[in-house]
């Protein structure tokens, strides 16, 4: 029986096992290998972070959604993959060999090298980070009480892109209860966002994203653009300002919150395994396998697919990661039956919403804008929809959003 080895249960991943299971019943044998026992939906990270939501409304134990008589459940580190002799090395395991391996281990944040990012600053790509800042905060406020540094009561996201724009929204609306831990009016509690770019939102139409930026500054949240990162050391962040030269003293702002959301990059084992990569993204081929090793498919965040005519691949998003497992698990099914490949993969988007907070968000979907309420909704149903497509009803009642009358 041939056997597929899948790396990684986050969207891609997961999605991929829960299609073979459906398409090739009795006639593979599947092993999932994950670090955690549980699935995180990667989208709703920042409402972890701030505390709006408890981790266990954002995971679900994986193996709910295995078939035992057809996957196994591997729980270790994948070190890397060794594609010509096909195996897989694991930390604590021995090696596994595979006739198609499905290669879908997520993203890690990328610091760009810059000086005490890492050390001094908080990254949110998977649940344990996102507890680690809801604590974080949660003892500044609580120090704050003792200390009366105003310090502690504010937040810095480095970052403005979809991440950190969520992540502020997020963190607005838990004011009133870091403002209660600290003893002071929620007015008090200072967000301020930070980023490189002049134009903010660049995915959506200016306009659609101007309406964003306004819903942030409604929110009192502080935003500075055109400011580039160059160092954090603790409790400070240094940019270099539009305008300012070479050499010029770089600005300084303090907070004794400091969240990383600058970007991120595909898994190192992409790299360990020695694929060619940028920022951890392997450009796959039609059928969506790196290129040269037609067994290994590469997909979601370590995958790069360029649009028709495009200049740059498609964004990192749930959405294309669940479109993605899809068609590996239709390809891989067609392989196995020795029948005809589907022909080249094409990804259509349906849309794309950011939230701000809990009942405001704006985005485009099927090439209308919505903004508001309804886009917060949207928002939700989106999220419903891809937890619906992991994890079935069972997941969808237990961890879907229906708090959709405010
Ligand atoms: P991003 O790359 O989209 O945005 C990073 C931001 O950080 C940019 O605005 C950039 O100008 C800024 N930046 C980078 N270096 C800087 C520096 N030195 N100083 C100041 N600013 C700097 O990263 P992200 O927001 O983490 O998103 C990662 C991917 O995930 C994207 O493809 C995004 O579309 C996707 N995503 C999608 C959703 C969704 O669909 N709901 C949600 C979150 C993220």
Known sequence: MKKVIVLGAGYA?????????????G????????????????????????GNLPASKITFPITDVLNPEMTTLVLDHVEKVDQDKKIVELRDHKPLSYDYCVF????????????????????????KESEAIHNHIITQMKDYQETKNPNDLKLIICGAGFTGIELAGALADARPRYAKLAGVTPDQIKIHIIDASKRLLPMFNEKLADYGINLLKKLEIEITTEARIQEIQPDTVLYQGAGDSEGDPLHKVEANTIIWTTGVSGSPVVAES????????????????????DDMYMVGDVAAVMPPNGKRPYPTTAQIALSMANYVAKDIAARVKGIARPAAYVYKSLGTVASVGNTRAFGEASGHSFKGYPASVLKKMIMNKSLMELGGFKELFAKGRFDLYH
């Open 27 to 50: 006639q593979v044998e599947i092993t999932l290998v994950d670090e955690n026992p549980y699935h995180y939906e990667a989208t709703d990270l920042h409402e972890v972070a701030s």
């Open 13 to 25: 991943g997961l999605k991929t096992v829960v299609e073979l299971q459906k398409k090739l019943r």
């Open 104 to 127: 879908a281990l997520g993203f890690v944040s990328e610091t760009f090298g810059i000086k005490g990012a890492e050390e001094n600053s908080l990254p949110m790509t998977n649940v």
């Open 274 to 293: 020695g694929l060619q990569a940028r920022r951890g993204r392997v450009m796959d081929t039609e059928h969506l396998t790196a290129p040269d090793h």
